[in-house]
Nanobody, 120 residues
Framework: HVQLVESGGGSVQAGGTLTLSCATP????????MGWIRQVPGKEREGVAA????????TYADSVKGRFSISRDNAKSTMYLQMNDLKPEDTALYYC??????????????WGRGTQVTVS
């Protein structure tokens, strides 16, 4: 059973920073493509960042390039999303997902429950 648990969301002012964490007990992040996906009520889910199993670097949505950084700590079975220079349009429910491909949201079979990020 794959379990993904997000944390670190909250409310910040524009220009602020948040770091989201995704604990993956029982799953080694290096064995899966891992991604962060966000959703605003009434809109489609959007792939924000993804990290592959092999070398080659992460992938980011154009809307967050240069501001967000995805990483993982395999020893802690945890993935992170550092979000800098946050903007009101970054407000969304952020999901951690595993087992998919790149930013293609509907390829991911495993999902967490999400953590809310609100930027004012």
């Amino acid at each position: 059973h794959v379990q993904l648990v997000e944390s670190g969301g909250g409310s910040v002012q524009a220009g602020g920073t948040l770091t989201l964490s995704c604990a993956t007990p029982g799953l080694t992040p290096s064995g899966y493509c891992m991604g962060w996906i966000r959703q605003v009520p009434g809109k489609e889910r959007e792939g924000v960042a993804a990290l592959y199993t092999t070398a080659g670097g992460p992938t980011y949505a154009d809307s967050v390039k240069g501001r967000f950084s995805i990483s993982r700590d395999n020893a802690k079975s945890t993935m992170y999303l550092q979000m800098n220079d946050l903007k009101p349009e970054d407000t969304a429910l952020y999901y951690c997902a595993a087992g998919g491909w790149s930013l293609q949201v509907y390829t991911y079979p495993y999902w967490g429950r999400g953590t809310q990020v609100t930027v004012s």
